[in-house]
């Protein structure tokens, strides 16, 4: 055998050896490789001002008569999208009131007017605020006014929420449109009656010639759940940069997409922008229905859906049927998908290729969970580090800060320790920040990270590496407590609470308890139906899976569960209502280890919990 014949033997050997031992190497270059491309596009469209708009319209050119969106029993193409956009956009104009580069709020939710009114404001070279067609009153004044709107676009079913603030907004001096013929208060206009009276004839570029990729496109508001929501800002770059991660999941021009996820939320819109740079078919729905979702898949020949937070969860609560694998989705895509809902979802509905992304509407980092490892949310690789700096950091759950050395710089966590997801902020991953609210903006700037001067952006996220370079979500920061001097994610134990036989659902939080250091643990549930809550059985699964201080210490048995419009809990009242029976009418249980059981929180034993007399 000759040297070169040797050479070759050996070579391949240290091949399989190395792929071997690092079973994920090919697929993290071919991730990385991927990513730096989609980096490498965004810098060449910033050169070019190159928008999403931009991709849309060669599309109109191209497939005119391609299905664009379809809602309910409607269908629009490519060239009517493209045309109603224009009748949207010369409203604007014509009306005077909207000039270059101002924002207009927008009011309303999923219906096929949503995308238009963003285009033809695009097209006019300005920017739309979303807000959220379920907050009221302040909430509502206060959305407008981060979003330094002086133009209002509400749904006509929403006419009596915008006439409760109107006086306020009338004081502003902002316009109004309603998306109606008529208008009941003679100080709104209507939208629609001068939209279909409007040309459909294309616009000039010039009209957009101001607008570069570093402007805004958008404002999208954090969901509020510990305060008022904020408005994040989206420029056309961020744009970009999510649409191209969806599209980094498989997704092809012959797909047809199924987003029933609100507009108004980043999901929802970056999901539609993802649509517009594949030149694909996107199923509109207006709100999530668990029991209509297979049924619309089928019917309009769905290959991707699009999921958030218990979107699936919800899915594999329904009563099973025989056709539950008769489908046509083959692709997944979106976060917040729990472990044990993931294998449910599969074994039910088939072998239904999931993608879990990492990414906050704000911030300037992704993560995509390419391996299909179950739980993951991405991979943590010293050449994805390097391209795209990023660091988990030792947090101190108790000061709400992270933990610094005696030089002052972040101590970075050990694999399998929770700790805090930062990522660099530099010109190719920028963070813009809040509208009109720089206070909030800079408290999610952390410098002095890594070395002197940097800076990075807080995602407030607590996340593990484990020993095989995953990455897992674990809590949020303020979800977060500290029981008995150990720190307790309540994600982690919401994921052990619903796998007890009777529990459907399940909201874990912190409580305080006179004389105690830290917060007892609490658990909102909701009963499966038809089911009592079994109390031993409870007790047995949370001492066989979870540590004496992650235990819940109570337990409160609701018959419905407040969430956001992402089906994110709602904690802020549950930890504020505590554990007191005066105050709730719900049942309450409490965790007596001597019995070893949960028992019926009674008056006498909340005033010797209270009291000291019962230690817990």
């Known amino acids: ?78 060239q009517d999208a493209d045309k109603l956009s224009n009748k ?51 909430s509502l004044l206060h959305c407008f006014d981060c979003s330094g709107a002086k133009t209002l676009v509400a749904a006509a079913e929403l006419q009596d929420a915008v006439e409760e603030v109107l006086p306020s907004l009338l004081e502003q ?24 009276q409007a040309s459909s004839e294309p616009l000039s570029k010039e009209l957009r010639s101001h607008l570069t990729l570093r402007s805004p496109a958008a404002y999208i508001y954090t969901s509020g759940t510990t305060g008022f929501p904020k408005a994040a800002v989206v420029s056309h770059a961020k744009l970009w940069n999510a649409c191209l991660l969806v599209c980094l999941t498989g997704v092809t021009s012959k797909d047809v997409i199924y987003n029933t996820l609100p507009f108004y939320h980043s999901a929802g819109f970056f999901g ?32 991707v859906i699009q999921y958030i937070g218990e979107i699936m969860r919800y899915l594999t609560n329904q009563p099973k049927k025989l056709n539950d694998q ?87 966590a050990a694999k399998g320790e929770p700790g805090l997801l930062v990522a660099q902020i530099s010109m190719t991953a920028p963070f813009s920040g809040y509208a009109r609210d720089l206070q909030q903006t800079e408290k999610k700037r952390l410098h ?25 979500f674990q809590d949020r920061v303020g979800d977060t407590f500290r029981w008995k001097g150990e720190n307790v994610a309540t994600t982690e134990v919401t994921d052990i609470m ?54 819940p210490r109570f337990i409160r048995i609701q018959s419905s569960m407040d969430v956001t419009v992402t089906f994110k809990h709602l904690k802020m009242k549950l930890v504020e209502e505590g554990f007191n029976p005066n105050k709730l009418t719900d049942p309450l249980y409490f965790l007596d280890e001597k019995v070893q059981n949960y028992i019926p929180l009674t008056l006498d034993m909340f005033s010797s919990v209270t009291v000291g007399k019962i230690h817990i």
């Open 88 to 138: 949207a956009a010369r409203v604007f104009l014509q009306s005077g009131l909207v000039k270059e580069g101002e924002t207009v709020a927008l009011f309303l939710g999923n219906e096929p007017m949503y995308p238009w009114l963003w285009l033809g404001l695009v097209k006019i070279g300005c920017s739309a605020a979303f807000l959220n067609s379920n907050i009221r009153s302040k």
């Open 173 to 196: 001096q902002v316009t109004v449109f309603i998306l109606s013929d008529t208008c009941s208060n003679a100080a709104a206009q209507s939208f629609t009656d001068k939209m279909s």
């Open 326 to 412: 008769s489908h046509t989705v083959r692709l997944a895509i979106g976060n917040g998908l729990r472990a044990d809902v993931c294998r449910d979802f599969i074994g039910r509905f088939g072998n239904i290729q999931i993608r879990e992304f990492y990414g906050a509407t704000e911030g300037n980092f992704s993560l995509l969970n390419y391996s299909g490892k179950i739980g993951a949310i991405g991979r943590d690789t010293f050449l994805y580090k390097m391209c795209f700096p990023h660091a988990v950091i030792k947090y101190d759950i108790d000061e709400g800060k992270p933990l610094r050395d005696s030089s002052g710089l972040c101590i970075q």
């Open 1 to 78: 055998m000759s040297f070169w014949v040797v050479g070759l033997v050996l070579a391949a050997g240290l091949c399989i050896a190395f792929l071997f031992r690092h079973p994920y190497f090919l697929q993290d270059v071919q991730h990385l490789l991927a990513k730096l491309n989609v980096k490498r596009r965004v810098l060449q469209y910033l050169k070019t001002n190159y928008t999403i708009l931009d991709r849309f319209l060669e599309s109109v050119e191209t497939r005119p008569n391609k299905p664009f969106l379809r809602f309910k029993d409607e269908t629009f193409t490519y």
């Open 498 to 551: 619903t796998l007890a036989d009777c529990i459907k659902e399940a909201n874990v939080y912190g409580v305080e308890v006179p004389g105690q250091e830290g917060r007892a643990g609490m658990a909102a549930v909701i009963l499966r139906e038809g089911q009592r809550f079994d109390s031993t059985g409870v007790f047995k699964h949370v001492a066989k899976f979870l540590p004496s201080y992650a235990r």
């Open 448 to 472: 002095d990270v890594c070395k002197k001067g940097d800076v990075y952006f807080d995602t407030g996220d607590l996340v593990l590496v484990d020993k095989d370079n995953f990455i897992y």
């Open 272 to 303: 539609f922008c993802s649509v517009i740079e594949r030149g694909i078919t996107v199923v509109l729905r207006s709100k999530f229905s668990a029991s209509q979702f297979w049924d619309d898949c089928r019917k309009y020949n769905i290959t």
